[in-house]
C-alpha cells in the first residue's frame, strides 16, 4: 500500500533556516573567536602552523589535517547516498547565499543591491580573516592589510557577489564537481523530491472545496496511466492541446505551477526526476501551502526513493554506504593517532 501524504508541516523550510543560521553564523563569527588567546581558526601560511578549535598544529602534522580532510568527504559522500542532495539543498554556501540574495531583493531593488554589495564585501574580509588574524584587518588601516589580503579580500568579495548576481544556475547545472559525481553516490534507495503523479494526475485548476481524490473514493492511477498524462502535459506540441476533465476525475494537483516558479533553477518537478534538482525541498513547501488553501492534504511532492515508489523494502546499509562509512571513520581514526 503507497504511504499516506505527509502533514503540511513536515516540509523544509526550518531546516534550511536553521541550517542557514548556523552556518552563514559560524563562518562570519568563527574568525572573531579566541580559546585560550589564541583564535579558534587560523590557517597560517606565512607561519607554517594553524589553529583548530584550540588546538596548535604545525607544518608538520599536515598529514593529520589531510585524513581530517578525506574523513569530512567520505562523510558527505555518506550523507548523500543516505539522504540525497542535503549538501546542495540545505548546506551548500551557494544555496544559502542564494536564498539570502532572493530574500533581500523582497526590500527593493536598489537596498537590496546595496544590502548584498556590502554582505559580499564582509564575506571578503572574513574570508581574510581565516588566514589573517581578522582583528589586524580592522580599521581599514589596520597592520593587517598588503596587497595579498587585500587581492583576496576585494576578489572573494567579487566572486560572491557576482556568482548569486549572474551565475547561481549556471554553477549548479554546469560548473560544480559534485553535482557530476551525482550518479557515482546515490542508488535507488536515496530519497530525492518526488512527485506523486499517481495521486496528482490528470492535473488541473478547480474551485476551492473540490476534495482530494482519496475523500472522493478515487483510487491512485495505474503507473502507466498517470506516466501519459505528464507525457501529454510536458510535451504539448507533440501530444495536442490539453483535454478537459471533468472535477471529480481531477488529480489533486492544482496546475498553479508554484513548484516550477519557486525552483532556484525553475525544473518542473511534475516532469519527473531531474539530475539537476538541488532536492532543496522548496517545490515541497509551496506545494503544501496551495494544497492546504483548497482544503487538501499536503505530500503531493515529498522526498522519496525509487526503490520506495515501486513499493520494494528500503535498504539502509548498501555496499557504497558501508565503503563511506569505514573510509569516514578510518580517516578520522587516523587523524586522532597522528595528532596524539
Same mark, same amino acid.
Given at each position: 500500500?503507497?504511504?499516506?501524504? &505527509?502533514?503540511?508541516?513536515?516540509?523544509?523550510?526550518?531546516?534550511?533556516?536553521?541550517?542557514?543560521?548556523?552556518?552563514?553564523?559560524?563562518?562570519?563569527?568563527?574568525?572573531?573567536?579566541?580559546?585560550?588567546?589564541?583564535?579558534?581558526? #587560523?590557517?597560517?601560511?606565512?607561519?607554517?602552523?594553524?589553529?583548530?578549535?584550540?588546538?596548535?598544529?604545525?607544518?608538520?602534522?599536515?598529514?593529520?589535517?589531510?585524513?581530517?580532510?578525506?574523513?569530512?568527504?567520505?562523510?558527505?559522500?555518506?550523507?548523500?547516498?543516505?539522504?540525497?542532495?542535503?549538501?546542495?539543498?540545505?548546506?551548500?554556501?551557494?544555496?544559502?547565499?542564494?536564498?539570502?540574495?532572493?530574500?533581500?531583493?523582497?526590500?527593493?531593488?536598489?537596498?537590496?543591491?546595496?544590502?548584498?554589495?556590502?554582505?559580499?564585501?564582509?564575506?571578503?574580509?572574513?574570508?581574510?580573516?581565516?588566514?589573517?588574524?581578522?582583528?589586524?584587518?580592522?580599521?581599514?588601516?589596520?597592520?593587517?592589510?598588503?596587497?595579498?589580503?587585500?587581492?583576496?579580500?576585494?576578489?572573494?568579495?567579487?566572486?560572491?557577489?557576482?556568482?548569486?548576481?549572474?551565475?547561481?544556475?549556471?554553477?549548479?547545472?554546469?560548473?560544480?564537481?559534485?553535482? =557530476?559525481?551525482?550518479?557515482?553516490?546515490?542508488?535507488?534507495?536515496?530519497?530525492?523530491?518526488?512527485?506523486?503523479?499517481?495521486?496528482?494526475?490528470?492535473?488541473?485548476?478547480?474551485?476551492?472545496?473540490?476534495?482530494?481524490?482519496?475523500?472522493?473514493?478515487?483510487?491512485?492511477?495505474?503507473?502507466?496511466?498517470?506516466?501519459?498524462?505528464?507525457?501529454?502535459?510536458?510535451?504539448?506540441?507533440?501530444?495536442?492541446?490539453?483535454?478537459?476533465?471533468?472535477?471529480?476525475? &481531477?488529480?489533486?494537483?492544482?496546475?498553479?505551477?508554484?513548484?516550477?516558479?519557486?525552483?532556484? #533553477?525553475?525544473?518542473?518537478?511534475?516532469?519527473?526526476?531531474?539530475?539537476?534538482?538541488?532536492?532543496?525541498?522548496?517545490?515541497?513547501?509551496?506545494?503544501?501551502?496551495?494544497?492546504?488553501?483548497?482544503?487538501?492534504?499536503?505530500?503531493?511532492?515529498?522526498?522519496?526513493?525509487?526503490?520506495?515508489?515501486?513499493?520494494?523494502?528500503? =535498504?539502509?546499509?548498501?555496499?557504497?554506504?558501508?565503503?563511506?562509512?569505514?573510509?569516514? #571513520?578510518?580517516?578520522?581514526?587516523?587523524?586522532?593517532? &597522528?595528532?596524539?
Amino acid at each position: 500500500m503507497p504511504r499516506p501524504p &505527509l502533514p503540511a508541516a513536515l516540509t523544509f523550510s526550518w531546516p534550511r533556516r536553521l541550517s542557514a543560521l548556523l552556518l552563514l553564523g559560524s563562518f562570519y563569527l568563527l574568525p572573531w573567536l579566541s580559546i585560550n588567546g589564541e583564535p579558534a581558526v #587560523l590557517f597560517d601560511l606565512a607561519g607554517r602552523h594553524a589553529y583548530l578549535l584550540g588546538i596548535e598544529l604545525a607544518a608538520d602534522e599536515l598529514p593529520a589535517l589531510l585524513a581530517l580532510a578525506v574523513s569530512g568527504l567520505a562523510l558527505l559522500y555518506l550523507l548523500t547516498n543516505l539522504g540525497g542532495r542535503l549538501w546542495c539543498g540545505l548546506l551548500c554556501p551557494q544555496s544559502i547565499l542564494g536564498s539570502l540574495y532572493q530574500q533581500l531583493m523582497q526590500l527593493g531593488r536598489h537596498g537590496g543591491n546595496l544590502l548584498w554589495a556590502l554582505l559580499a564585501i564582509w564575506t571578503g574580509i572574513s574570508f581574510v580573516g581565516y588566514f589573517t588574524p581578522v582583528r589586524q584587518l580592522l580599521p581599514p588601516d589596520a597592520a593587517g592589510w598588503n596587497h595579498w589580503t587585500v587581492f583576496w579580500a576585494v576578489f572573494y568579495a567579487a566572486a560572491t557577489w557576482a556568482n548569486i548576481r549572474f551565475l547561481r544556475t549556471r554553477l549548479c547545472t554546469e560548473l560544480c564537481p559534485f553535482a =557530476r559525481l551525482q550518479p557515482w553516490i546515490t542508488d535507488q534507495h536515496t530519497p530525492h523530491v518526488r512527485y506523486q503523479l499517481r495521486r496528482g494526475e490528470p492535473r488541473g485548476a478547480r474551485a476551492p472545496g473540490l476534495p482530494g481524490i482519496h475523500a472522493r473514493g478515487r483510487t491512485l492511477l495505474n503507473p502507466t496511466t498517470a506516466q501519459d498524462y505528464v507525457f501529454r502535459a510536458a510535451n504539448p506540441a507533440i501530444a495536442g492541446s490539453w483535454p478537459r476533465f471533468a472535477p471529480d476525475r &481531477l488529480g489533486d494537483c492544482l496546475d498553479c505551477a508554484q513548484c516550477q516558479q519557486q525552483c532556484p #533553477l525553475k525544473l518542473d518537478i511534475r516532469n519527473g526526476v531531474d539530475g539537476n534538482c538541488l532536492d532543496c525541498g522548496l517545490c515541497i513547501s509551496v506545494c503544501d501551502r496551495q494544497l492546504a488553501a483548497h482544503g487538501l492534504p499536503g505530500g503531493l511532492i515529498r522526498r522519496q526513493s525509487q526503490a520506495d515508489a515501486e513499493e520494494q523494502p528500503a =535498504r539502509i546499509m548498501r555496499p557504497r554506504t558501508v565503503v563511506a562509512l569505514v573510509i569516514a #571513520l578510518g580517516s578520522a581514526l587516523s587523524s586522532w593517532l &597522528l595528532l596524539h
